[in-house]
DNA sequence: CTGAAAGCGCTAACAA
DNA sequence: TTGTTAGCGCTTTCAG
């Protein structure tokens, strides 16, 4: 590969490197003319700054990690294009990583990273008991949680975070559920160890107790946050004696997944079953699938998390306390929980 | 954020930087026990080669970017997934740039590329007369266009690429609505500056031919990649007096835009109208989609797009002829055409 | 306004 | 088997 160095370019006009890389960076200490007869023919040779070297002494990489479950599942794709996008407006490449929900290989990424020279670190998929985080501490590698919140108030406090006030929407949705009438439901959660899937539960089950719900405990299934896995819950469920009329579903990808189970067996959504999900991927909305669920703003997530991932790298968050953003959901009414045909009952 | 160099490892056993560095690296001509020692103390110490260093001296990254349309896009993901676990497999991480399909935004992120000391690049969204690719050849820039071609015979002889049989699936498809009695028939386009979609639409146009059937010019419509795009191009297709009784969509993802003008307006889908896509991405298969489609698999023509670039990077390839992967497609016959209904006429 | 010199952390020649 | 020296390309004192 083709290099010229300032060095070359310095030689053209018998200055010394350092007037060429003031010049060339916009700093002070370099004559006017000079400047633009250096930034002309820099252009004109095509140098491009040596990253390595420039980061050798700035200790800067202008690169942010981002630790995702999956870049083919919706969700993480479209909070993945979020942290780009504001990470690219702001001058820093992204890095992606996968985890697939898995904190083995949750710490292999952030090794990766590491060795990478990373700025900062956004963490999607973050558990309760998540040693990777104690990890970024000793090393004072900033980073951001996304989605996920540490619950344990001794490390909270310190810890910067994006997430979706995930109690108020399943509360919501719940609630929704049992104003339909609702009394025998399930649910099928991803993983009790997350921020999420506990605040989830949680909320919905404010709700059922208000309305005197319980739900069985073999109707409560934790199987992972895929929907693969969410299909096999569902079948499950419908093997079982007390079939339920509703399901709570935490994330539209495993929705459909319940979804294609019940096509399957020629369960009706929603006249023999209503389901609700939770993200509102982009495919939610589509003709033929009009699931109802909790809008999560997954893009606004991504970007604010970059965002203050970069403030705190950038060292312009001097407040010293850690910085925790709520987001507001929003549940949207579509087909799939039969609203449309029954309404509230009385 | 803490750094242990090896001067510091080197200082606590009082041997020089290069045996450290040798040690650390596997290097011959270190003694057996101090190796050992050198290695634990580096792991007890927390030590991490600095990138920069590492990078300036051996002029390796170990990273690779890739552009794609937007990893939003199901496409795009797929793709970009085997990209990623190929890369990471072979020990290269993966940068991430969407182009939106916009030569001006291709510029933009290859030159942030660049600027990033990758090894080489993999191009997903190359057009016909792409300037861009006459840049990386220029600094001599390794590269594998994927799910592309460059026509010109001229360029094309120096060009690796893995990509599909795109005259073939289409050809197939075409001929498929063709024996299912269609007559009168739309297409609509991608871009047609881009290989795929010359070639896709070459392939249909054989079989209409052969079959004796012509798309008026009106019924042909070229819109762009994007769902929103074929939903409007579907919009003014209805709108026409001569409404065909199919539609063959250069992608799933349009397809679904399709699909939404469809229902909006009422027309049924296999009934009213034929729906045939292209790539079969994994929504593509849902109950109540169903959507015929010709089956790309995009997550291999990553991987393979990885390895061969990869190959290239560490120049196992000396072949000094060029490499094109060309894959195949099969044509998935699910609900949209209406092939459950009627089959083929005779 | 400009230049010389030093050094970031690492690897590669070359000596010892 | 080990150490010394030099240098990758850049930025940053500190003198002129």
Known sequence: MIKVTIKDIARQFKVSTTTV????NGKPGVGKTARK????????????????????????????????????????????LGVYEKANELGYTMMLFNTNYNLGNET?????????GVDGIILATVTQDDSNIDSLDEIQMPYV????????????????????????????????????????????????????????????NEAFTEYGVTIPSDLFIE???????????AKAIFSKKNRPTAILIQGDNMALGVREAAY????????????????????SS???????TIRQNQYKMGATGAQL???????????????????ESDLIIRKTCGFHLKGYVK
């Open 286 to 292: 589509l003709a033929g699938i009009e699931l109802t």
């Open 264 to 283: 399957e067996i020629g369960i009706k959504i929603p006249d023999d079953l209503a389901i609700v999900g939770l993200d509102d991927i982009n495919i």
């Open 21 to 24: 890389s003031n010049a060339l």
């Open 145 to 204: 949680l996304v989605n996920r919140l540490i619950l344990n108030p001794k490390k909270a406090n310190r810890i910067d975070s994006v997430s979706v006030d995930d109690y108020g929407s399943f509360y919501q949705a719940a609630k929704h559920l049992c104003r339909m009438g609702h009394q025998n439901i399930a649910m099928i959660a991803g993983d009790m160890d997350v921020s999420t899937a506990i605040a989830l539960t949680h909320g919905a």
């Open 37 to 80: 007869k250096i930034v002309q023919m820099a252009k004109k040779m095509g140098y491009q700054p040596n990253y390595f070297a420039r980061g050798l002494v700035s200790r800067q990489s202008y690169a942010i990690g981002l630790t995702i479950a999956n870049i083919s599942d919706p969700f993480s794709a479209e909070l993945a």
């Open 223 to 233: 199987c992972g946050f895929s929907r693969e896995r969410a299909y096999q819950a």
């Open 309 to 327: 991932l970069i403030n705190k790298i950038k060292g312009e968050d001097h407040s010293g306390i850690s910085n925790k953003i709520v987001m």
């Open 108 to 116: 292999k990424c952030l090794e990766i990273l590491k060795s990478k």
